[in-house]
């Protein structure tokens, strides 16, 4: 690997790193300053921040690895990292954005029942693909990104169709953060399969595809689950202003 793609994946792994730690330390040590009945939203998001940042570390060392010593990359990079970070946290992700709301508890059981096992289908079926296991057939790849697009698609109809008929009881505030949440879902999430298609056709190591692959992973990462995470804390913030008047005087006095 050429010193400059090198470095950038090495800058960008450290970026990875920092960003979801201290995005971490925020929401657990801000979780104070929301009601009680949104800390567990809050919780989550810092759960999986943390989650993240432990996986970051670890592709950090592995990345070193396989490219650090003679820059020729001898040592396979092992991308596994990455699929069981998202098969933790993107149902976690899911989990804290219906949680944030404050639901019925049957409607939260509804969406989350439908949400949390699509979440680990689209993660699954993606892995073998963007790994190149081949376990299909030689260059398989482009049928387990369509199979991973199924419950993606799914994913999608339930948070715009489903969770929106949920947003007729949220405040104006609330349901205006709501449309956001899902649009920075449907960004971020829209790089995932970009950059998996980047690697898709290489046969052997691709510099330039590796390069965009962790390159849009990671800027995707940050903001799905740091700048999600702090979306979450600005709901729980408002709603618990909304259900108390005197948080809302303490809180947002001026």
Same mark, same amino acid.
Request: proline fraction near 3%; glycine fraction near 8%; hydrophobic fraction near 50%.
């Given at each position: 690997?050429?010193?400059?793609?090198?470095?950038?994946?090495?800058?960008?792994?450290?970026?990875?790193?920092?960003?979801?730690?201290?995005?971490?330390?925020?929401?657990?040590?801000?979780?104070?300053?929301?009601?009680?009945?949104?800390?567990?939203?809050?919780?989550?998001?810092?759960?999986?921040?943390?989650?993240?940042?432990?996986?970051?570390?670890?592709?950090?060392?592995?990345?070193?690895?396989?490219?650090?010593?003679?820059?020729?990359?001898?040592?396979?990079?092992?991308?596994?990292?990455?699929?069981?970070?998202?098969?933790?946290?993107?149902?976690?992700?899911?989990?804290?954005?219906?949680?944030?709301?404050?639901?019925? *508890?049957?409607?939260?059981?509804?969406? $989350?029942?439908? %949400? !949390?096992?699509?979440?680990? =289908?689209? /993660?699954?079926?993606?892995?073998?693909?963007?790994?190149?296991?081949?376990?299909?057939?030689?260059?398989?790849?482009?049928?387990?990104?369509?199979?991973?697009?199924?419950?993606?698609?799914?994913?999608?109809?339930?948070?715009?169709?489903?969770?929106?008929?949920?947003?007729?009881?949220?405040?104006?505030?609330?349901?205006?953060?709501?449309?956001?949440?899902?649009?920075?879902?449907?960004?971020?999430?829209?790089?995932?399969?970009?950059?998996?298609?980047?690697?898709?056709?290489?046969?052997?190591?691709?510099?330039?595809?590796?390069?965009?692959?962790?390159?849009?992973?990671?800027? *995707?990462?940050?903001?799905?689950?740091? $700048?999600?995470? %702090? !979306?979450?804390?600005?709901? =729980?913030? /408002?709603?618990?202003?909304?259900?108390?008047?005197?948080?809302?005087?303490?809180?947002?006095?001026?």
């Amino acid at each position: 690997m050429s010193n400059g793609s090198y470095t950038l994946v090495y800058n960008m792994l450290s970026l990875g790193i920092a960003s979801m730690l201290f995005t971490s330390i925020f929401l657990f040590v801000a979780r104070e300053r929301v009601a009680p009945r949104y800390r567990m939203a809050v919780m989550v998001s810092g759960t999986v921040t943390a989650i993240a940042a432990y996986h970051y570390f670890r592709m950090f060392d592995d990345f070193k690895h396989a490219f650090g010593t003679d820059g020729m990359g001898v040592v396979a990079y092992n991308v596994g990292y990455r699929y069981v970070d998202w098969f933790l946290t993107v149902p976690l992700l899911l989990v804290e954005t219906v949680a944030v709301l404050a639901l019925a *508890a049957t409607v939260q059981r509804s969406l $989350l029942n439908k %949400l !949390v096992p699509a979440a680990a =289908a689209m /993660i699954a079926l993606g892995y073998p693909g963007d790994a190149q296991l081949n376990l299909l057939y030689q260059g398989d790849a482009p049928l387990w990104g369509l199979l991973s697009t199924i419950p993606f698609l799914y994913i999608l109809y339930v948070l715009f169709v489903e969770l929106g008929k949920g947003l007729a009881g949220q405040s104006e505030a609330v349901q205006r953060k709501i449309k956001e949440l899902r649009l920075l879902l449907l960004a971020t999430w829209g790089v995932y399969p970009i950059s998996f298609i980047f690697n898709m056709n290489a046969t052997g190591f691709d510099e330039g595809g590796f390069v965009l692959r962790e390159t849009g992973y990671t800027i *995707a990462d940050i903001l799905a689950k740091c $700048l999600f995470g %702090l !979306v979450i804390f600005t709901i =729980a913030r /408002i709603k618990s202003a909304e259900d108390d008047a005197e948080f809302a005087k303490t809180e947002f006095k001026k």
